[in-house]
Structures are given as structure tokens and as C-alpha cells.
């Protein structure tokens, strides 16, 4: 039996599920801007998130709650203008799809209209079913969001493991059984023990992507500045930081301003 990987030019919803089939792991990365996309496109990730984590990581907010629609659509469309394979998914804001199916809808068009995204992602299980499956409907395609979901930190209270006790994962498995069966081509868990993570994506057909959720899930996905280091407050015990860039990029600066006071920058080679 030939154990090559198979080649995908461009990632679809349709690849995702055959990635699942075939036992092929899932990459997935945030990225907000032009710039870093190009490169995690180039570097064949699979899927590109533009989390509403761009609230925290780009605008410094310490919640995903104020980002809006507009904001999540800027940040999508540079995403879409740098990549040429992976799927890109777009998170719908808190507030653009809660209060009701039809709004939900609107949301999603917007995205997909305006930014040229492939999917959204949504937070939630059955309180969003209705809406789940008006999007679906119109032909966008959905991926599901369990587990921790940071749009409901207040509910919650704090960002600690999410269904530990046995009423909660339950209703994890309930809903994530619900998504497949309304049509959403891949789940999101959260911040969840990794032995029911494993039990929900052994139950489904449909891709389980990771944070926080062990490693017997489809795939995984990291914000991309913590994977980085560019942000080093934040140390969760499920982030692995492949570089420090933090700490270079301030050395880099301050070597930088350094030359600058020392006019040495720019030096003759560096001049016209
Ligand atoms: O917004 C985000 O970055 C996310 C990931 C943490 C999954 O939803």
C-alpha cells in the first residue's frame, strides 16, 4: 500500500473531510493580515483561520467581543488577497449572528461577498442550530466551534478547561454530532480533556481540529503570533513556541535605534 501523501494544489471543504478519510493531520493557523498570510500559505498550511482572536492579537482588546463584522471583513479580504492553497475561514463576530437566523445569513454574505473567504466559523452547538443551517442553505459552507468558545468568557468566567464533568461533555458530544448531521464540514474544539476530543472526532465524519484538545484529534490549529513568540504574556500549558520573536524583534528595534543615535545607520553603502 503506497503511504504518499497526496498532493493538493488547493485546500477545499471536500479535501479537509478526504484528509480525514486517508488519516492525513490537518494544519491550521490564524493569520489577520496580508503579509504573514502570504507566508503561511507559502509554508503549506492547510487552512487559514482569521480568528476574531485578531481582536486580542491585533487591536489589543482583551476580550473577542468587540470586534465587529467590518473589522473581521478587512482582516479577511488582505488574508484572501496573499494565498494561493489554503482554505481560508473567517470567524463571525459576537453579535453578528446570535440574535437570530436571518441575521446570521446576512453576516455570512457579507463575508463571503466582501472578502472572498471560503467558510465561517461560528461558536456554539444547538442554540445556533437554526442559524447554522440558514448558512448552510445558501451554500456557505460552516465550520462548528465547541468546547471553549471565547465569545461566551463572560458566561463562562474564566478561560479554564472547558467539560470536565459529565453533564457538559454530553452536551459536547450531543452538539457535535448535531453539527455534522446539519452539514458543518469541520469542528473547532476548544480547551477540552483530550480523551473526549478523541471520542468525538472517533464518532464523526467530519474533521476535529484542536486547541487545547489533545492529540487524537484530525488536525490542529495555533494562533499564529503565540506559535511565534511575538506575544509572551499569554502561556497557556497547550502552546508551543517554535521561536521567540519577541525577544529578537525587540533586540533587532533597539539595535535599530541605537544605530540611529550613533549615526550609524544608514552607513555610505546605504546612501544615493
Ligand atoms: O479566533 C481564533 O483564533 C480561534 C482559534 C483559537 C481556534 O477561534
Given at each position: 500500500?503506497?503511504t ?23 494544519s ?11 507566508i ?23 476580550t ?12 479577511a ?31 455570512a454574505?457579507?463575508?463571503m ?149 550613533a ?10
Amino acid at each position: 500500500m503506497s503511504t504518499a501523501k497526496k498532493e493538493y494544489k488547493r485546500i477545499t471543504t471536500k479535501s479537509l473531510v478526504e484528509m480525514k478519510k486517508n488519516g492525513e493531520k490537518i494544519s491550521m493557523l490564524t493569520a489577520y493580515d496580508y503579509t504573514m498570510a502570504k507566508i503561511v500559505d507559502g509554508a503549506g498550511i492547510d487552512v487559514i483561520l482569521v480568528g476574531d482572536s485578531a481582536s486580542n492579537v491585533m487591536a489589543g482588546h482583551e476580550t473577542t467581543l468587540p470586534i465587529t463584522l467590518d473589522q473581521m471583513i478587512y482582516h479577511a479580504s488582505s488574508v484572501v488577497r496573499a494565498i494561493n492553497r489554503s482554505l481560508v475561514v473567517v470567524d463571525l463576530p459576537f453579535g453578528s449572528y446570535q440574535s437570530d437566523p436571518k441575521e446570521a445569513l446576512r453576516s455570512a454574505i457579507r463575508i463571503m461577498k466582501e472578502s472572498g473567504a471560503h467558510a465561517v466559523k461560528m461558536e456554539g452547538g444547538k442554540e445556533i442550530k437554526e442559524s447554522i443551517k440558514r448558512i448552510l442553505h445558501a451554500g456557505i459552507p460552516v465550520m462548528g466551534h465547541l468546547g471553549l468558545t471565547p465569545q461566551s468568557i463572560y458566561k463562562f468566567g474564566t478561560y479554564t478547561v472547558r467539560a470536565k464533568d459529565k453533564d457538559e461533555a454530553a452536551q459536547l458530544k450531543d452538539d457535535a454530532k448535531m453539527l455534522e448531521k446539519a452539514g458543518c464540514f469541520g469542528i473547532v474544539l476548544e480547551k477540552i480533556p483530550a480523551a473526549l476530543a478523541k471520542e468525538v472526532a472517533e464518532s464523526v465524519s467530519i474533521p476535529v481540529i484542536g486547541i487545547g484538545a489533545g492529540n487524537g484529534v484530525d488536525g490542529q490549529v495555533l494562533v499564529l503570533h503565540d506559535l511565534l513568540g511575538m506575544t509572551h504574556e499569554f502561556n497557556p500549558r497547550f502552546l508551543r513556541r517554535y521561536m521567540n520573536l519577541y525577544e529578537d524583534m525587540t533586540a533587532a528595534i533597539k539595535q535599530y535605534s541605537d544605530d540611529v543615535k550613533a549615526v550609524g545607520f544608514p552607513n555610505e553603502s546605504e546612501m544615493y
